[in-house]
């Protein structure tokens, strides 16, 4: 047939429709079928003369069909497009995951009379994304596990030790790495206000250096439990310690320092008249 014997005819838009691959159909206003393409037939895997003139209840099991004809009633009612993603089980039992798009179908007085639906088969689609949708619960489990495994891990690295009533402990050990600096702060003003704190001692015996950053980081905190009220001291202040900060100009800002935590408790116990001097 040349382009020049093409006419509108039935059977030329039925060529039509079997040269497309998505599943096309034609209801009327009762639900049955009155136009397929091939694609349709095989995705139910029957014959056009099989379907033609029949219904979803012929076809498919009844909770399938009220899905089907919920929508399309829906349709009917308001006259606009409506699209779903559905499920669908052909004749050899596999169901399909679809997504059909219905138009309404209107006669020259512009009544709906029926409707035409198109399907893509999104089964395979369907499928990554509840496997992505899988991998990416799977990984927020992991990542809550291993977010609680930090919480248990940051309350040991920076322990807040209650060494006498109203008095604090909060000992360093290694480097105060930015992310630890700001793990001291958070632990020590969260210490300070469950414990009704009146001292807290800053313990830097356990620096192998101090820097302007680690210097920083002990001000900072001074400074913020000096806003809460309570008077924080430095102590295992030692020989190198000391050098250093002279040799970078850090000023400690008036902050008391002892050389160990025994001097330190004793002085703190002393103010408090628990112990003579």
């Known amino acids: 047939m040349s382009a020049n014997e093409l006419t509108p005819s039935s059977e030329f838009l039925q060529l039509v429709l079997d040269n497309m691959n998505d599943p096309i159909f034609v209801k009327d206003r009762q639900h049955r079928w009155i136009a397929l393409n091939d694609a349709f037939c095989t995705l139910l895997g029957r014959?056009?003369?099989?379907?033609?003139?029949?219904?979803?209840?012929?076809?498919?099991?009844?909770?399938?069909?009220e899905v089907f004809w919920a929508l399309d009633d829906q349709l009917f009612r308001s006259g606009e497009t409506n699209e779903n993603e559905e499920s669908l089980t052909d004749d050899r039992g596999v169901v399909h995951t679809l997504w059909t798009r219905k138009y309404p179908v209107r006669d020259q007085t512009g009544a709906i009379v029926g409707l035409v639906g198109i399907i893509s088969d999104i089964t395979s689609l369907r499928r990554r994304i509840d496997e992505i949708h899988a991998l990416e619960q799977t990984a927020a489990k992991r990542q809550a596990h291993i977010d609680a495994q930090q919480q248990v891990i940051d309350s040991m690295e920076v322990p807040v030790i209650a060494v006498w009533e109203g008095i604090l402990l909060v000992p360093l050990v290694g480097e105060l790495s930015p992310r630890r600096a700001n793990l001291v702060l958070e632990r020590l003003l969260s210490a300070i206000a469950s414990a009704a704190a009146r001292v807290v001692f800053l313990d830097v015996s356990g620096i192998p250096s101090v820097d302007e950053s680690s210097a920083s980081t002990l001000l900072s905190a001074v400074a913020a439990a000096r806003l809460l009220g309570v008077k924080t001291e430095i102590v295992g202040v030692g020989p190198e310690i000391a050098q250093t900060l002279v040799q970078l100009g850090i000023d400690l800002g008036g902050v008391e320092t002892h050389a160990t935590l025994r001097d330190g408790l004793r002085a703190a116990l002393v103010r408090f008249g628990v112990m003579a001097r």
Request: proline content about 16%; aromatic content about 6%.
């Open 47 to 65: 014959d056009r003369a099989d379907l033609i003139g029949r219904g979803d209840p012929d076809i498919f099991p009844p909770d399938q069909v």
